[in-house]
C-alpha cells in the first residue's frame, strides 16, 4: 500500500488540512505540482482576453525559480510545471464568455477523434491570433541549450530536485510541444515531444515519434510522461502502460473545477480526471495532473486523492503538494506479459481486429511537421470560423 499525504499550508484539500512540512528521502517522494500560471498569461482562467499582453520566456523562467526554491524550502523533491507553462499556453485576444461561444465549434466527432474541439491557442477561431500574437510566441520558444533552458537547469541543479517541465520549443524549423525529466545533477532522464498535438495545437506544432515513450527508473520508482490529451489516445497510452510505471506525470495546460459552467467540456475537470483515471488503473500508477487552476493526483484505483479548487488564491496557494511512501514500488519489473497493456494483449487486438475495415492508414497517423517560416508567412488565419 503506498500512503499519500497532501501538502498544502493550510487549506482545505479533498476533505481535510495539512501543512508542507518533512524531508526528502528515496522513500519519500513529495511532488510539488504547480497550478498558478506563468506571469504573462490572463485571469481568470477562463478568460480569453489577452488585449497587450504577450508571451514572455524570461518571466515564466523567473517565476519558475522562485517556485523552485520555495518547493525546495517546503520538503518537496520534485516539481511539475502545467503543459506549455513556458512560456504559457496561450489564450487569444478577445473574451467571448462561454454563454456567447458558438456550439458548432465545441461539437464532439467520435469518427475523427474524441478531442478534435481542442483549440489552440483557447478560442483562436474567433480572432486572427497567428498574426496578433503567434510571431511573439515563437520568438518566445525555447531554444534547448541556449540562456534560457540554461538558467532553468542551473535552478534545477541548485535546489536539487527533479523537474517535470513542459514547454513550447524552437528546433530548427519547426515547432513542438516538448517534455522533459530533468535529475538534481542536470540531467535529461527524459525528452519527448507531443507525440499528435491535439485539435488545432497540430496547425502549429511538429508532431513527435513513438521512440520517445519511454518509462524510467529514477531513485523514487519508474516514471513516465504524457501530456494533456495524449491521455485520451491508446497510441500514446498504451506504450506507457505496458512499460510499468509506478507513478507518471500529466500535466495539462489549465483546468477549471468539477461542475464549472464557465468552462468548456474539455477545460473542466470532469473529462479530464475521468481520462487520468483510467490511465492510472490500466498503468497501476499514481498520476500526478498540474495544471494552472484544478489541479489533481489519481490513484491506481482512479480515484481523485488530492485536489485543489480553480478558484484557490495563486499567491497564497501557487502549488498542490502530494506525498507517497514509495517503500512497495517495484522498480525492477519493467513489463508484466499478464497485464491488460502487453504485448499478448496487442496481438490480440491486432488479430481480432475487424476484417470488414480496410488496412488503410488514413490522415491523421503519417507524422506532420509544420515549418516555422509557414507559420510566420500569415497563411495560416485563425480567425477564419464557420458559424453556420
Same mark, same amino acid.
Given at each position: 500500500? $503506498?500512503?499519500?499525504?497532501?501538502?498544502?499550508?493550510?487549506?482545505?484539500?479533498?476533505?481535510?488540512?495539512?501543512?508542507?512540512?518533512?524531508?526528502?528521502?528515496?522513500?519519500?517522494?513529495?511532488?510539488?505540482?504547480?497550478?498558478?500560471?506563468?506571469?504573462?498569461?490572463?485571469?481568470?482562467?477562463?478568460?480569453?482576453?489577452?488585449?497587450?499582453?504577450?508571451?514572455?520566456?524570461?518571466?515564466?523562467?523567473?517565476?519558475?525559480?522562485?517556485?523552485?526554491? *520555495?518547493?525546495? *524550502?517546503?520538503?518537496?523533491?520534485?516539481?511539475?510545471?502545467?503543459?506549455?507553462?513556458?512560456?504559457?499556453?496561450?489564450?487569444?485576444?478577445?473574451?467571448?464568455?462561454?454563454?456567447?461561444?458558438?456550439?458548432?465549434?465545441?461539437?464532439?466527432?467520435?469518427?475523427?477523434?474524441?478531442?478534435?474541439?481542442?483549440?489552440?491557442?483557447?478560442?483562436?477561431?474567433?480572432?486572427?491570433?497567428?498574426?496578433?500574437?503567434?510571431?511573439?510566441?515563437?520568438?518566445?520558444?525555447?531554444?534547448?541549450?541556449?540562456?534560457?533552458?540554461?538558467?532553468?537547469?542551473?535552478?534545477?541543479?541548485?535546489?536539487?530536485?527533479?523537474?517535470? @517541465?513542459?514547454?513550447?520549443?524552437?528546433?530548427?524549423?519547426?515547432?513542438?510541444?516538448?517534455?522533459?525529466?530533468?535529475?538534481?545533477?542536470?540531467?535529461?532522464?527524459?525528452?519527448?515531444?507531443?507525440?499528435?498535438?491535439?485539435?488545432? =495545437?497540430?496547425?502549429?506544432?511538429?508532431?513527435?515519434?513513438?521512440?520517445?515513450?519511454?518509462?524510467?527508473?529514477?531513485?523514487?520508482?519508474?516514471?513516465?510522461?504524457? =501530456?494533456?490529451? =495524449?491521455?485520451?489516445?491508446?497510441?500514446?497510452?498504451?506504450?506507457?502502460?505496458?512499460?510499468? *510505471?509506478?507513478? $507518471?506525470?500529466?500535466?495539462?495546460?489549465?483546468?477549471?473545477?468539477?461542475?464549472?459552467?464557465?468552462?468548456?467540456?474539455? =477545460?473542466?475537470? *470532469?473529462?479530464?480526471?475521468?481520462?487520468?483515471?483510467?490511465?492510472?488503473?490500466?498503468?497501476?500508477?499514481?498520476?500526478?495532473?498540474?495544471?494552472?487552476?484544478?489541479?489533481?493526483?489519481?490513484?491506481?484505483?482512479?480515484?481523485?486523492?488530492?485536489?485543489?479548487?480553480?478558484?484557490?488564491?495563486?499567491?497564497?496557494?501557487?502549488?498542490?503538494?502530494?506525498?507517497?511512501?514509495?517503500?512497495?514500488?517495484?522498480?525492477?519489473?519493467?513489463?508484466?506479459?499478464?497485464?491488460?497493456?502487453?504485448?499478448?494483449?496487442?496481438?490480440?487486438?491486432?488479430?481480432?481486429?475487424?476484417?470488414?475495415?480496410?488496412?488503410?492508414?488514413?490522415? @491523421?497517423?503519417?507524422?506532420?511537421?509544420?515549418?516555422?517560416?509557414?507559420?510566420?508567412?500569415?497563411?495560416?488565419?485563425?480567425?477564419?470560423?464557420?458559424?453556420?
Amino acid at each position: 500500500m $503506498h500512503l499519500g499525504v497532501t501538502l498544502l499550508a493550510p487549506i482545505a484539500l479533498h476533505g481535510f488540512l495539512a501543512h508542507a512540512t518533512g524531508t526528502s528521502n528515496d522513500s519519500n517522494l513529495t511532488v510539488a505540482l504547480v497550478r498558478a500560471p506563468p506571469p504573462d498569461w490572463p485571469l481568470p482562467v477562463y478568460s480569453y482576453k489577452w488585449d497587450d499582453i504577450m508571451p514572455n520566456l524570461n518571466s515564466s523562467i523567473d517565476k519558475a525559480i522562485d517556485y523552485m526554491h *520555495e518547493a525546495k *524550502e517546503n520538503g518537496a523533491n520534485w516539481i511539475l510545471f502545467p503543459e506549455l507553462w513556458f512560456p504559457g499556453y496561450v489564450t487569444p485576444i478577445t473574451l467571448f464568455p462561454s454563454s456567447q461561444r458558438p456550439t458548432l465549434f465545441f461539437q464532439v466527432s467520435i469518427h475523427n477523434s474524441i478531442l478534435t474541439s481542442f483549440s489552440f491557442p483557447k478560442g483562436a477561431l474567433y480572432n486572427n491570433w497567428t498574426n496578433t500574437h503567434l510571431p511573439s510566441y515563437i520568438a518566445n520558444a525555447m531554444v534547448v541549450g541556449g540562456p534560457e533552458w540554461n538558467r532553468l537547469i542551473s535552478a534545477i541543479k541548485a535546489t536539487k530536485l527533479y523537474a517535470g @517541465l513542459t514547454f513550447a520549443q524552437r528546433a530548427g524549423d519547426n515547432l513542438y510541444m516538448a517534455q522533459t525529466l530533468i535529475s538534481p545533477l542536470g540531467d535529461q532522464l527524459i525528452f519527448r515531444h507531443k507525440l499528435r498535438p491535439s485539435g488545432d =495545437e497540430r496547425d502549429i506544432f511538429s508532431d513527435g515519434t513513438m521512440d520517445q515513450l519511454k518509462v524510467i527508473t529514477s531513485a523514487y520508482g519508474r516514471v513516465g510522461m504524457l =501530456e494533456c490529451g =495524449e491521455h485520451w489516445y491508446p497510441s500514446m497510452t498504451f506504450p506507457m502502460q505496458a512499460q510499468t *510505471e509506478n507513478f $507518471h506525470l500529466g500535466p495539462f495546460p489549465y483546468m477549471g473545477n468539477p461542475g464549472d459552467s464557465r468552462y468548456l467540456w474539455w =477545460e473542466g475537470a *470532469e473529462a479530464n480526471t475521468g481520462a487520468v483515471g483510467v490511465y492510472s488503473n490500466l498503468a497501476g500508477a499514481y498520476s500526478f495532473v498540474a495544471a494552472v487552476g484544478y489541479s489533481f493526483v489519481s490513484s491506481p484505483l482512479a480515484q481523485v486523492v488530492a485536489s485543489i479548487s480553480a478558484d484557490a488564491s495563486f499567491e497564497k496557494h501557487p502549488m498542490l503538494y502530494h506525498t507517497l511512501d514509495t517503500t512497495s514500488f517495484n522498480t525492477s519489473e519493467t513489463y508484466d506479459p499478464d497485464s491488460q497493456a502487453s504485448w499478448g494483449v496487442l496481438q490480440q487486438i491486432y488479430n481480432g481486429f475487424p476484417g470488414y475495415i480496410p488496412k488503410i492508414e488514413g490522415s @491523421l497517423v503519417p507524422e506532420k511537421n509544420v515549418s516555422i517560416d509557414y507559420l510566420l508567412s500569415g497563411a495560416l488565419n485563425s480567425s477564419q470560423i464557420d458559424y453556420n
